[in-house]
């Protein structure tokens, strides 16, 4: 797939198919579509079948003109956005989306897609969108939608469009014409790393084992530049990991710990931050001796996403080159009952110190992540972030459209969620305050890996991570409910997702200027 970037009038462009956006301008019940058409694009193209009301500008929406009158494409596509006033930076990036995967339906391969001018935005009654966020976000919305799950589809043809074309108004001057191929640059980085994640994510548990995992892991370092080290049960003994050796001893597959750090080009001051990821990769999670019912059991070949993402991160990061210093950790191991696995009762020293008693042998993420976190601290951590699909509990208390957010620190919460205000992403923050701590109290042992009860799992889980991270500033995001999309949307192929690449790197990305 080639992306461009094109500075000319969309009347004068010779493409298979030319995409304009259209937003709903109507404050009441009675659409009022309005194409944001770029400086030449004739305004009648489309407007009497906008007038006939078959098109509402709805989110996702398309109507699709072939041979439109007075331009050199042989296909219109026109692209809603929903209501104007909420048409933002997020809506941009799924109409490019929409408009990918409308082609790819019809096996066309090269696209052109209109970026509203100023003008178009204002007379929509919009709010300002800057034109290098816009480019960014519509090569995102291109590139992540221009892939299928069909690896092990025998009969599958590959629909990945050939050439994506972003065209933006000719009068824009060098200096923005600039930033806009940078944006572009970006968000194709961004977008590209997100589809490794989302393809890792999508490997099935007999093929993506945790070797395989840093197998893959170390192949895209190498071509990024990143450094790399996967390290299996010896270094794992080694290092006194009795939490991550316990959840890992029931399977045949031997576990993997992988560090993946990238150091900038120009050096930074020596009390730089290391800003650092820890991922859950459960390469298939049974649950163990406290095993799973079997039904919906083979959604949890997405029990590595938290790994998945991270590792995505890490190569987006490479990519962009930020000046900055980021490691990540990453947990893989795979969760079995067997005769050599470990069982409820057990209890594990982990590297730390702590000891646990296990009382569900399927609370096996924040075993591996106890490990993760206390090695990375180890590793000189200033900052931590882990994600995990952890619990069931956070789909139960915020659904399928927020993912949980927890910090031990405001700073860090805050600058994170800033971040990720402008990707299009959402993390529900939920307490991990130190009254919680007495429910994972064992009588045996240090801490159990369950609490008292069921209730607040989510919370639970947290402070059972919070354990390990001591005074370090610390996010945990428990990604369970978003790792994969179950419903079809206009804009993305349905399955595995790549949630908080984006997020996680705008996030790093602010510690830019205080390194
Ligand atoms: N991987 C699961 C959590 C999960 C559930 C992810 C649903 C995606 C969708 C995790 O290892 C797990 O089994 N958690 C248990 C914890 C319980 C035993 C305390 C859960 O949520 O039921
Ligand atoms: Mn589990
Ligand atoms: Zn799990």
Redesign the pocket.
């Known amino acids: 797939m080639t992306t461009s970037l094109l500075f000319a009038d969309a009347s004068t462009i010779s493409t298979p198919l030319l995409v304009v956006m259209a937003v709903d301008t109507s404050t009441g019940d009675t659409p009022a579509p309005a194409l944001l058409s770029a400086s030449g694009l004739p305004g009648d193209t489309a407007s009497h079948l906008l007038l006939t009301g078959e098109f509402a500008a709805k989110p996702g929406e398309t109507l699709l003109l072939h041979a439109p009158a007075g331009l050199q494409a042989q296909r219109l596509l026109v692209v809603g956005m929903g209501k104007a006033g909420k048409a933002d930076i997020s809506r941009v990036r799924e109409a490019a989306g929409t408009a990918v995967r409308t082609a790819m339906a019809k096996s066309i391969t090269d696209l052109t897609l209109v970026l509203p001018d100023e003008a178009a935005l204002a007379a929509a009654g919009m709010p300002p969108l800057a034109y290098q966020p816009m480019t960014r976000a519509a090569a995102e919305g291109m590139v992540l939608a221009g892939i299928d799950f069909d690896t092990y589809k025998t009969d599958r043809k590959d629909r990945t469009p050939a050439s994506l074309t972003v065209l933006a108004p000719a009068f824009i001057e060098t200096h923005d014409r600039d930033s806009m191929s940078a944006g572009l640059a970006e968000g194709v980085a961004i977008a590209e790393a997100t589809n490794f994640a989302r393809l890792l994510v999508n490997e099935p548990g007999n093929v993506l084992t945790p070797t395989e995992l840093g197998r893959r892991t170390a192949a895209m370092a190498e071509r990024v530049g990143l450094q790399c080290e996967v390290h299996s049960t010896a270094k794992l003994e080694e290092l006194n990991m009795g939490a991550f050796l316990g959840v890992a001893q029931g399977s045949a597959e031997p576990p993997a710990l992988i560090v993946l750090r990238y150091e900038p080009d120009a050096p930074l001051r020596q009390d730089a931050p290391l800003l650092t990821l820890v991922g859950k990769g ?1 390469s298939f ?1 049974t ?1 163990g001796i ?1 095993i799973k019912p079997a039904d919906g059991m083979e ?2 070949k ?2 590595m996403g938290g790994a998945a993402t991270m590792i995505a991160t890490m190569q987006a990061i490479a990519m962009l080159r930020p000046q900055i210093r980021v490691m990540a950790v990453i947990c893989s191991a795979e969760n079995m009952p067997d005769g050599k696995a470990y069982r409820p009762g057990d209890v594990l020293t982990t590297m730390s110190g702590k000891t646990i008693e296990v009382m ?1 042998t ?4 924040r075993l591996v992540l106890a490990d993760g976190l206390h090695y990375a601290k180890t590793l000189g951590a200033t900052h931590l972030v882990d994600a995990a ?5 956070c ?1 139960v208390a915020l659904g399928r459209l927020n993912a949980g957010l927890f910090a031990n620190d405001e700073d860090v919460c805050e600058r994170f969620q800033k971040a990720m205000r402008a990707q299009g992403e959402s993390f529900w923050r939920l307490p991990c305050t130190d009254d919680y701590a007495d429910l994972i109290k064992s009588q045996i042992a240090d801490i159990q890996n ?1 609490g008292v009860d069921r209730w607040g ?1 989510a919370i639970t889980a947290a402070m059972f991570l919070k354990e390990f991270v001591g005074s370090t500033p610390w996010i945990h995001l428990d990604i ?1 409910g978003l ?1 994969n999309i179950d419903d079809a949307r206009p804009y993305i192929a349905k399955g595995p997702s790549g949630i908080g690449v984006r997020t996680l790197v705008a996030w790093l990305r602010s510690f830019e200027q205080s390194a």
């Open positions: 459960i999670d649950g406290s959604k949890m997405n029990d569900n399927d609370a096996e993420g699909t952890l619990t069931g509990a789909v369950t799992g369970a790792v």
